[in-house]
């Protein structure tokens, strides 16, 4: 797969492998910094909402290769200067799965 090319195989593996304490601190940053413009809740503002209804057409490393790269000619910048591939899948899965009951 494609994925398996750009990352190393064990990014799924090292996603669970997050501590608790960087799963908050990806947390803060997903309200905080792509809350400023996917708008505080993430249903959507300058960029499109995040909600996992949203986002259900696409799979975590559809939206992880988004995360980290970006979208050229877009304002969605790539993050892949500040998160590890593993941090972008995590984020992924928590927009699919947990990020509407969040706060």
């Given amino acids: 797969m494609l994925l398996s090319l750009l990352w190393p195989q064990q990014a799924a593996a090292d996603e669970t492998a997050l501590t608790p304490e960087r ?20 249903k959507g503002g300058l ?3 995040l909600t996992a209804n949203a986002l259900q057409d696409q799979s975590a490393q559809q939206i992880a290769l988004t995360i980290m ?14 998160l590890q591939p593993a941090e972008s ?3 992924a899965h928590f927009l699919l799965h947990e990020s509407d009951a969040a706060p």
Avoid: I, K, V, Y
């Fill in 23 to 42: 799963q908050a601190s990806l947390r803060t940053l997903l309200h905080q910094e792509c809350g400023s413009c996917h708008g505080l809740l993430l």
């Fill in 47 to 49: 960029g499109p909402a």
């Fill in 69 to 82: 790269h970006g979208r050229p000619g877009t304002a969605m910048p790539a993050w892949n200067r500040f």
């Fill in 89 to 91: 899948l995590w984020l």
